[in-house]
Nanobody, 123 residues
Framework: QVQLVESGGGSVQAGGSLRLSCASY????????MGWFRQAPGKEREGVAA????????LYADSVKGRFTISQDNAENTLYLQMNSLKPEDTAMYYC????????????????WGQGTQVTVSS
């Protein structure tokens, strides 16, 4: 089992920055992908960024390319999402997730989920 705990959310004005963290606990050697997802009220959960844990390759949703950066610290078992140039449309609950498969940015391919951290961007 893998447990994921997010932190770092908050309220910020448009143009500001936040860094989300996701600490993982438990057996993680079978995890291929780690990802960040978000869900705004009334909308479906969408993939924001993902990282292939063994090679470090990353992929991003078009809406965040050039603004968000996903990274991992294997020694600390922590996943990060650096969010810059935030926009009001980035407002959502952000979730960290882990997958034992070839998940990319597909939510249903992820096996483990954190509880989420709220990000609110005001104009």
């Amino acid at each position: 089992q893998v447990q994921l705990v997010e932190s770092g959310g908050g309220s910020v004005q448009a143009g500001g920055s936040l860094r989300l963290s996701c600490a993982s606990y438990g057996y993680s050697y079978s995890i291929n992908f780690m990802g960040w997802f978000r869900q705004a009220p009334g909308k479906e959960r969408e993939g924001v960024a993902a990282i292939y844990t063994f090679g470090g390759s990353t992929l991003y949703a078009d809406s965040v390319k050039g603004r968000f950066t996903i990274s991992q610290d294997n020694a600390e078992n922590t996943l990060y999402l650096q969010m810059n140039s935030l926009k009001p449309e980035d407002t959502a609950m952000y979730y960290c997730a882990a997958s034992t498969g070839w998940a990319l940015l597909t939510p249903h391919e992820y096996n483990y989920w954190g509880q989420g951290t709220q990000v609110t961007v005001s104009s």
